[in-house]
């Protein structure tokens, strides 16, 4: 698919004049207009809003915000931001994060800067992550004609709505590091645990053995019991004898799997929240070890052209949800209406809770992040890898295809088929074949590796309330 097909059929029977400008596949509009070459100035995107009285598309240049609060007073309208989920299903034949910057072919109401007037040509998305739309700028107007016309945009600073880093997926290290200098402005992050920094110090260092792994975790007796509960699981069936660490890691677990359990057990002692709820502690342990525990199973049987280490992809699934732990932690009145939202409301996507909880208390723009972006960002302060950070702030993005985009695939197909389980509170796609296919699984592996994980579930939850206690 190179357009849309709406975007396709409302063009030609108007017959509209336009080219297509094809590139290779990306994610996001940013990318595209890196890879495509063309000129910056005259890139169109898009923002969507919707209240009470329906949705409206605001059609701005690229590279600037909406200015939310401007909109509000215009137009008088209590404006919040469309969730993602939602515009995806509004754009229905469009590729997730692909949306044309035309507002008649999906029947919406429409408002367009004046900062785009007077331009010779324009760029926008197609519907397709791997072409982008140049028109000339008179029929971009006639297009969009019923379109009121004012200001409603302004650049990008360092005061931005911290909402448009989530609606913009290509989360490369710089956005990650500026978002991460503003929140430490704002507020005191907490500091990787000893424990936790010392046991990733090894795990960096070649030279390293399990003798040393052993004897750093046996200083922590909370954290030493809790990895030989953890070997001696009907998870790894192991029949004989463990005396000590040093047996779990050499006999068991393995040295990459005792850092990786290791780091999450000792980092998330950096976090007050409550065991709780379908956000609390409990909640959280167990989906993080289903999650984990799926990831490298599913990481083992993907394509090995992707290369994908299963052992990665084991602490992506670990660590994707630790922006949960830190807004309980920095936020606890938030996290209390948040967890009980979670709990009224288990249909709904923990994204768009989210957002209702915005505004109250002192963590509206932090919370207005989401939790994958705030957790991206906690994981870049500990110094954590580019691809367990960038799991984090992707994996509830469909239709993700940056950097590291296996390892994000991997962790989003986990946390899909955990839905069957009723578990967990991310991303849900109502057919996971596509992920499957990107990772080159045929679904009845995809699904056996499931069941092979539903077998353990007394484990799992016994140990995920050993974890919170």
Avoid at 286 to 292: E, G
Avoid at 300 to 310: R, V, Y
Avoid at 325 to 349: D, Q, R, T, Y
């Amino acid at each position: 698919m190179a357009v849309a097909t709406r975007i396709l059929q409302y063009l030609g029977r108007r017959t509209v004049p336009y080219q297509l400008v094809h590139h290779e596949r990306v994610g996001t509009l940013a990318a595209a207009v890196r890879v495509a070459g063309v000129p910056v100035a005259n890139v169109v995107t898009t923002s969507l809003l919707i209240d009470a009285k329906g949705i409206l598309m605001a059609i701005l240049p690229f590279g600037q915000e909406l200015d939310l609060a401007a909109m509000r007073q215009r137009f008088r309208r209590n404006f919040q931001w469309l969730p993602e989920p939602w515009a995806d299903r509004l754009f229905c034949d469009c590729e997730p994060g692909s949306r044309p910057a035309l507002a008649p072919p999906y029947g919406l109401a429409a408002v367009i800067d004046e900062a785009l007037l007077g331009k010779e040509c324009l760029y926008f998305q197609s519907g397709s992550h791997h072409s982008l739309i140049r028109m000339d700028g008179d029929y971009f107007f006639q297009v969009n004609a019923r379109a009121t016309r004012g200001r409603f945009a302004r650049p990008l600073s360092e005061q931005t709505s911290m909402t448009a880093f989530e609606e913009s997926p290509d989360i490369c290290q710089r956005s990650i590091q500026q978002l991460s200098e503003r929140l430490k402005k704002l507020y005191r992050l907490p500091p990787m645990p000893s424990v936790a920094a010392r046991v990733m110090s090894l795990a960096a260092d070649p030279n390293t053995g399990a003798r040393e792994l052993a004897w750093v975790i046996e200083q922590d007796p909370s954290l030493a019991a809790q990895i030989m509960r953890y070997a001696s699981s009907a998870l790894f069936n192991y029949q004989g004898q463990l005396r000590n660490v040093q047996d779990a890691v050499n006999r068991v677990l393995g040295f990459d799997r005792v850092c990786h359990i290791a780091l999450g057990i000792a980092a998330s002692r950096a976090f007050e929240i409550p065991k709780e709820g379908p956000l609390g502690l409990d909640a959280f342990w167990q989906h993080s070890l289903y999650c984990s525990l799926l990831s490298q199973m599913l990481a083992t049987h993907a394509d090995k052209e992707l290369n994908l280490q299963p052992s990665t992809a084991y602490l992506c699934g670990l660590l994707h949800n630790f922006g949960l732990l830190l807004i309980g932690h920095l936020f606890k009145p938030e996290f209390v209406m948040l967890n009980k939202l979670a709990a009224k409301e288990p249909e709904s996507p923990l994204a768009v809770l989210e957002k209702q909880v915005v505004g109250i208390g002192g963590a509206q723009e932090p919370i207005a992040l989401g939790h994958g972006a705030i957790g991206a960002i906690l994981l870049e302060h500990w110094n954590l890898p580019a691809e367990v950070r960038t799991v984090a702030a992707m994996h509830h993005v469909e239709g993700y295809w940056g950097e590291h985009a296996g390892y994000v695939q991997v962790v989003q197909l986990a946390n899909s088929l955990l839905k069957d389980l009723a578990i967990g509170d991310d991303l849900c796609l109502d057919d996971p074949a596509p992920l499957m296919e990107a990772l080159g699984l045929a679904p009845e592996v995809a699904y056996e590796i499931l069941q092979q994980v539903q077998q353990h579930a007394s484990e799992v939850q016994s140990l995920a309330r050993q974890l919170a206690a």
